[in-house]
């Protein structure tokens, strides 16, 4: 299988009838190329999710290229909502881009005044803060640690470690989107949808879980009891799902009109903020734990 990296600061996945968005994906996430037609790729990403790319989102490198990238250190991930990527490394430098959070970018040896000097997956050179970048070796979670020939194909895995560290940064996470508002298929600051937001609260902790809301198979989410449930859990709803923040709260992007983004939310009926028609359709609850 042909892989790629993806070289735009965001990338819209589309479903088969081409012209709907299904997927949000971001600077330096690696794709599978399945099929390849005209001006399109069908894909897979590093997360097992299917859709369709515009040829110009990708640049075609090797499994071990991917493999080297997981493996050296190198590789770290945008933590901060966004982050200009500076020619020079002061606040008054031309800015050469705009990276929102989930974002993958190589680091290179020079640290000058709190900035970092990193290379970009379309091989542009600058400077990011370094309080905006987190090593990706720093989570408690998941990282692919298997051959390069099976690095789309690999069943998801969870290190069983740092649970309350977990569930307390799901959490902040989660909260970190708040007033965000929804866009169907979205994954950043800018726009979010329901799975977009749990997506992103788990791969931000090392996770890799379902991009829709559903529990699905070869993935860490486990169902479990509601009376077992706990904060950085999952509740699913039909067609819908959310995070569990303690204390009958819930976080999650909703594009109802008295909302439309991303919110709190309370299964208890004596708050205010208490949604009778997700607290009575619940239809099941998962962990990684």
């Known amino acids: 299988m042909k ?3 993806i070289t735009k600061p965001t990338a819209w996945l589309y479903g088969k009838d081409r012209l709907s968005h299904i997927d949000e994906i971001f600077m330096g ?3 599978g190329i399945l099929k390849e037609s005209n001006e399109w790729y069908e894909i897979v990403t590093h997360y097992g999710y299917r859709g369709y790319l515009k040829k110009e989102m990708l640049a075609i490198c090797s499994t071990e290229e991917l493999w080297k990238r997981d493996h050296t250190g190198e ?20 800015i050469l881009c705009t990276l ?6 190589s680091l290179l040896s020079e640290i000058e005044k709190g900035y970092r000097r990193i290379r970009m997956a379309d091989g542009r050179e600058g400077y990011i803060p370094l309080v905006a970048c987190k090593n990706r070796r720093d989570n408690d979670g998941y990282l692919y640690e298997g051959e390069p020939e099976t690095y789309f194909l690999h ?5 069983r470690s740092g649970e309350q560290s977990f569930r307390r940064n799901a ?3 989660a909260k970190s989107y708040l007033g965000t508002q929804y866009r169907w298929g979205g994954k950043s600051p800018k726009g979010i949808d329901c799975s977009g937001l749990t997506f992103m609260c ?4 090392g996770i890799l879980i379902y991009r829709d809301a559903e529990l699905k198979a070869n993935y860490p989410v486990q169902e479990i009891s509601i009376e077992k449930m706990q904060p950085g859990d999952l509740l699913y709803f039909p067609k819908h799902i959310a995070i569990y923040l303690g204390h009958g709260m819930y976080a999650h992007a909703t594009g109802n009109e008295k909302s439309f983004g991303c919110v709190i939310n309370s299964l208890l009926k004596e708050d205010f903020n208490y949604r009778k028609d997700l607290a009575e359709s619940i239809l099941a609850v998962g962990s990684i734990w």
């Open 3 to 5: 892989t790629g990296i």
């Open 29 to 31: 996430w690696a794709a």
């Open 75 to 94: 590789t770290v991930f945008i933590s901060r909502a966004f982050v200009d990527v500076m020619e020079e490394a002061n606040v008054h430098s031309k």
């Open 100 to 105: 929102v959070r989930g974002s993958f970018v």
């Open 155 to 159: 069943q998801r895995g969870v290190r």
């Open 171 to 173: 959490v902040l996470y």
């Open 202 to 205: 788990y791969f931000m902790n």
